[in-house]
């Protein structure tokens, strides 16, 4: 039972326009969420966050939208660039008793058409 | 600077065999994590060193076991290897363990077990 849901497994958008990332959750305890970036043959890096005490997040081109009644948060990257080619992986986390747990969706692969 | 250094990059096993992944950060990271990531499913947290001296299981340890060395080192070992460990692994650091704090990842051990 995946708590994160990344319904898309992959998406293509051209170079210059938006690309959206979804991703659903299922916890109401998340009260965290994060986005990472992986290319091939590399670890994922961190991107951008959110705390659950806000709608939106932004950072440069990347903004990250949170609708907690819907359970669901998307990442806007405007504009869309080559480089942005990679998988995005949404991430919620809980509060634990000595850690916040983290869950990582199951990843969007997605492709910027120059 | 590296970040999260993990060796091997690539390691193939026969069935019952054993093997120790080694991770280490230069970042004076206090946490330390072991994921796995399969096909189609996010980063599994297998175990985590809140700080120098903890370890703690995560979402599927079973048939793995780890070390915290010091606080730069935390490996990952496979006493007796089987076909479902066949995966990649990503060795993470961060401050701490809150979610605020986000994990830096190494570049991941391709393993297969035959």
């Known amino acids: 039972d995946q708590q994160v849901k990344q319904n898309s497994p992959s998406l293509s958008v051209q170079e210059g326009r938006i690309s959206i990332l979804n991703c659903d959750y299922t916890?109401?305890?998340?009260?965290?969420f994060l986005w990472y970036k992986k290319y091939p043959a590399e670890g994922p890096t961190f991107l951008i966050s959110?705390?659950?005490?806000?709608d939106k997040n932004e950072d440069g081109r990347f903004t990250v939208f949170l609708n907690k009644s819907a359970k669901h948060l998307s990442l806007h990257i405007v504009p869309s660039q080559p480089g942005d080619s990679a998988v995005y992986f949404c991430?919620?986390?809980?509060?634990?008793?000595?850690?916040?747990?983290?869950?990582f969706g199951p990843g969007t692969s997605l492709s910027v058409i120059p | 600077n590296a970040g999260v250094t993990q060796t091997p990059k690539f390691q193939v096993l026969k069935t019952g065999q054993s093997m120790t992944l080694q991770c280490a950060q230069d970042?004076?990271?206090?946490?330390m994590y072991w994921y796995r990531q399969d096909p189609g499913m996010g980063l599994r947290l297998i175990y985590y060193?809140?700080?120098?001296?903890?370890?703690d299981k995560g979402e599927v340890p079973n048939g793995y076991n780890v070390s915290r060395l010091n606080k730069r080192e935390f490996s990952l070992r496979l006493e007796s290897a089987a076909p479902s460990q066949t995966s990649v692994y990503f060795c993470?650091?961060?401050?701490?363990?809150?979610?605020?704090?986000?994990?830096?990842f190494g570049d991941g051990t391709r393993l297969s077990i035959l």
């Open positions: 991430a919620a986390s809980v509060p634990k008793a000595s850690y916040d747990k983290v869950i």
């Open positions: 060193s809140a700080s120098e001296g903890t370890t």
């Open positions: 959110i705390s659950s005490i806000k």
């Open positions: 993470a650091s961060s401050p701490g363990v809150y979610s605020n704090q986000p994990q830096h």
């Open positions: 916890n109401s305890m998340f009260d965290y």
């Open positions: 970042m004076n990271h206090n946490s």
